[in-house]
C-alpha cells in the first residue's frame, strides 16, 4: 500500500497553461506539505495544511493555490504556468505534533516532475 | 528558521562506517533533530530523530552534542544502497515548518 501518493508522475505542458497535482495519504495524518526540489536538489516548503487549514504559506506566487478537500488529500493547482516552475514537486504527510504520541516523521511521496516547454 | 548546515559531498568505503555531521547552532528547545535521506530519482525517506538523548534504530544511529548545537548520523556498516543525499533538518513540537538545508551527498565505493 502507497503510503503518500501523487499524481501525476510526470507532466510536460506549455507556459501558460494550468495544471494540477493530486495527492492523497493513507496513513491518517493530520497534516500535509507541498515541497519543491528545484534542478540544485533544494528543498523548499510551500505550503503546509492542518485539518483542511492552511497554516504554513511561504513566499509562493498567487499562480499557486492548494486545496484540501478532506485531511486525507492536498492538491496543489498552479494557474499561467512559467519556465521557473519546472521542478520536482513533493507532496508529504506528518502527525502536527512531536513528541510521546508520533515522532513527527515526514512521509514523502515519490514526486511529480513538471516540465514547463 | 533555525537552520542547518552539512558538508556537501562525503565518501565511504562499502562496509565502513560513516558519520555524518550537522551544525545547528541556532537550535531552539523545543526542536527535535531529524534526519532523511533521499535516493536517486526518489522522495526523501525518514532515517532517524532525536531531542536530547542519542538515539539508535534499524537504519543509523544519532549522536547529539550535549549543548544540541550539533549532531551526528552514523551509519555503522554503509553499503552502496546508502548511497543519497542525506537532510538534517530541524522541526518543532508543533511540527510545522522544517527548513531543508542543501544536504550531505553521499558517495559509497565498493
Known amino acids: 500500500d502507497t503510503a503518500v501518493s501523487q499524481t501525476p508522475k510526470y507532466l510536460v505542458t506549455q507556459m501558460g497553461n494550468d495544471k494540477s497535482i493530486k495527492c492523497e495519504q493513507n496513513?491518517?495524518?493530520?497534516?500535509m506539505y507541498w515541497y519543491k526540489q528545484d534542478s540544485k536538489k533544494f528543498l523548499k516548503i510551500m505550503f503546509s495544511?492542518?485539518?483542511?487549514?492552511?497554516?504554513i504559506n511561504e513566499t509562493v506566487p498567487n499562480r499557486f493555490s492548494p486545496k484540501s478537500p478532506d485531511k486525507a488529500h492536498l492538491n496543489l493547482h498552479i494557474n499561467s504556468l512559467e519556465l521557473g516552475d519546472s521542478a520536482v514537486y513533493f507532496c508529504?504527510?506528518?502527525?502536527?505534533?512531536?513528541?510521546?504520541?508520533?515522532?513527527?516523521?515526514?512521509?514523502f511521496g515519490e514526486g511529480s516532475r513538471l516540465t514547463v516547454l | 528558521d533555525a537552520k542547518t548546515t552539512q558538508p556537501n559531498s562525503m565518501e565511504s568505503n562499502e562496509e565502513e562506517p560513516v558519520h555524518l555531521p550537522c551544525n545547528h547552532s541556532?537550535?531552539?528547545?523545543?526542536?527535535?533533530i531529524h534526519w532523511y535521506r533521499q535516493l536517486p530519482s526518489q522522495g526523501p525517506e525518514y532515517v532517524i530523530h532525536g531531542l536530547t538523548s542519542n538515539v539508535n534504530n534499524r537504519m543509523a544511529s544519532l549522536a547529539i552534542a550535549e549543548d544540541r548545537k550539533s549532531s551526528t548520523l552514523i551509519l555503522h556498516r554503509a553499503t552502496l544502497r546508502d548511497a543519497a543525499v542525506y537532510y538534517c533538518?530541524?522541526?518543532?513540537?508543533?511540527?510545522?515548518?522544517?527548513?531543508f538545508g542543501d544536504g550531505t551527498t553521499l558517495t559509497v565505493k565498493p
Open positions: 508529504a504527510s506528518s502527525h502536527r505534533t512531536t513528541g510521546s504520541r508520533s515522532t513527527g516523521e515526514l512521509f
Open positions: 533538518i530541524l522541526r518543532d513540537t508543533n511540527a510545522g515548518k522544517s527548513t
Open positions: 495544511y492542518n485539518n483542511k487549514e492552511l497554516i
Open positions: 541556532t537550535i531552539s528547545g523545543t526542536d527535535y
Open positions: 496513513l491518517g495524518h493530520d497534516t
